[in-house]
């Protein structure tokens, strides 16, 4: 699996919830998304791109652990308006 997309439904992604997953290389997210825990992603040392069905801004109000994306060392993030990139 290179690509995986969450639920729509999805509200709140947990602590390690991808951990591990460690050839996955893009996630798409969806604007329902309102919590992301810490070390989400871990050990995903493949992902590069996150798709996210929302705006920059509300991918701004998304509250993020401190350490939620621990493990990543660049990525894009691809909004519905824009593209955020670490």
Request: net charge positive; charged share 20%.
């Amino acid at each position: 699996v290179t690509a995986l997309v969450l639920p729509k439904e999805l509200q709140r992604l947990r602590y390690r919830a991808l951990a591990g997953c460690e050839k996955v290389t893009r996630v798409t997210l969806h604007g329902e998304l309102i919590h992301i825990a810490n070390d989400v992603f871990s050990g995903c040392t493949a992902l590069t791109e996150i798709d996210y069905s929302g705006t920059m801004a509300s991918w701004s109000a998304i509250e993020k652990a401190v350490s939620w994306d621990r493990g990543l060392t660049s990525y894009t993030v691809r909004c519905s308006d824009g593209v955020i990139t670490k």
